[in-house]
């Protein structure tokens, strides 16, 4: 092995260990060997950084192989295929959730399926499922559920939702004994979701209670609960020191609008908390402060993606995403607005929004129109964070709107993209990496590499200096998924096969350690 890559691995070591002293100690190793780099929640952490350490890096990565695989038990032949999340790692063991509701419990080492729950409760995702006090919590289409994280055994479980209109398609938040999941309006059974409200639960990890529950948009529905719905949270909340959570709430509903409403005029004003950051008190669900960033939103461009927690030259900060296509910093403490960045293709169309809530339907576009970002573009999947840049996957499809009810949306193999890096201090744009196809997986980071999969079923890591390609490996399948890192393995999967050669399943690449000339520590 090269002298070079041997020094890469000691300096990446070696940051491992200083680290260590500032660690909080949900992620220290119980054995006393230093840091444990477990993906232990859906996003990594709880600030939602989407980072870990570990022995991954750019000389490291081209020494990956397949460690083991395990079949995705739902079926995958309707959208968006059978698997849409982020494993999570817990004292060994990889816990994951497939579109049926499945949840599976793996062996990191070996891939030894543990067991498996089986729920058979389709939702378009994305889910999963997150670990707390010997207890693994998630949710099917309509309940939330605990499960014994030993043996699979159901300790408890709730419907949650009100009516067909309503589902649950979120991974859940955890923190401090308390598990945080929403609602959010559902079109699986056709219809408009009208009369639909998304609801954010906090709830008892060891028990199931409700603590609270909070309406992320009215119960009114802006005067039309025949016909409105909105709010929810697609993706977990994240958790700043004192336990307060922060999340992003999702879009209004009809969008655009109807016939008889066109531009979203059923539901006039900003529609509150719809495309809003919102910072809540943990013990009461009350609100601190929120900043709607898309007021009125008319093209399905959800605020989706999980807030992240980041502290920029002493100042703490928040930062977040989504089918906007913009990247938004805020201030933690008061929610002011310090930076937006737009990403990857706009056409002149981000300020309808404004125009529509204004009521300056004859400055709106004629129909049809074709939009950029579209309603599956923008920024499709949270973000990773490390002391300097945010790193985004940005989906660049278009969408068309032919009448104010349904958009035209090209074949998903036509989609291109873009991994971007910003300044965290600027919003300034460092480097974009280019792909050949959407990435739906959003980013995932550990040390000098950011990671994304794209839709034809390759896993790129990108070196977080240069913007350069350090890696690439062709999945079984395509995948519409992150990956997820815990010590010298990455996880990835290929849930939406789209021919007969196309195989559905969850993938562990593991360093070859026999490979690089270097003994691993016990650690990993």
Known sequence: MKVKAVTALAVTVLATTMVTASASAETQDALGCGWRSAWSQPNADHAGTRAVPG??????????????????KAPTDRWPGGYATTPVVANGVVYTQDLDSNVYAIDLRTGRQLWTKMYQSWTNGPNGVAVADGVVLGATLTDVFGLDARTGREIWRHKIVRNASEGIDMAPGVHKGTVYISTIPSFLHGGTAAGAVGVLWAIDVRTGRTKWKWNTVPEGLWGRPDLNSGGGLWYPPTFDERGDLYVAVANPNPFLGTDEFPWGSSRPGSNLYSNSVVKLDSRTGRVVWHNQLAPHGVYDWDLQNSPTLATVRGRDVVITSGKTGYVYMLDRRTGKLLWKTPVGIHNGHDNDNLLAMAGKLDQLPKLPVTVYPGVLGGVAAPGAVDRSATYVAVNNMPA??????VPDIPPLTSGSGEVVALDLASGRVKWTYPVGSSPYGGTSLTNDLVFTTTFDGDVHAVNTRTGKLAWRVRLPG???????ISGDTLLAASGWPQNAQEKAEIVAYRIDWGKTGISPSKCW
């Open 478 to 484: 395509t995948s519409n998924s992150p990956v997820a």
């Open 55 to 72: 022995p991954i890096n750019s000389a490291t990565v081209r020494h990956l192989r397949t460690a083991w695989t395990v079949p995705i």
């Open 400 to 405: 068309t709107w032919a009448n104010q009810n």
